[in-house]
């Protein structure tokens, strides 16, 4: 069973800059493929990022293409999310979820199998 824990959200201003963790656990980290959601209050759950197990396929969201940028570490089996220039519209609760697959991606969220319980981001204006 492939866990997720998600950390480093909070409180940010307009402009700002944070970086999420998360942290995989229960399979070989190089073969979960880990994709970064977000839902805002109201609003229907959407897709911020993935990267793949290998590490060496990314994707974006068009919305935080160039803003935010997908990272791992393999010795502590943790995938970052770094999000620059941050926006108030970018408050969300984002949450990592995970598909065991090397190099593929997935934008859909009905494809990962596995979740986090997410970490709240606030941007404030």
């Known amino acids: 069973q492939v866990q997720l824990v998600e950390s480093g959200g909070g409180l940010v201003q307009a402009g700002g800059s944070l970086r999420l963790s998360c942290v995989v656990s229960g399979s070989t980290f190089g073969a979960v493929a880990v994709g970064w959601f977000r839902q805002a209050p109201g609003k229907e759950r959407e897709f911020v990022g993935a990267?793949?197990?290998?590490?060496?396929?990314?994707l974006y969201a068009d919305s935080v293409k160039g803003r935010f940028t997908l990272s791992k570490d393999n010795a502590k089996n943790t995938v970052f999310l770094q999000m620059n220039s941050l926006r108030p519209e970018d408050t969300a609760l984002y949450s990592c979820a995970g598909r065991q697959s090397t190099n593929n991606l997935w934008r859909a969220d009905t494809s990962y199998f596995y979740w986090g319980p997410g970490t709240q981001v606030t941007v404030s204006s």
């Open positions: 990267i793949s197990g290998s590490g060496v396929n990314t």
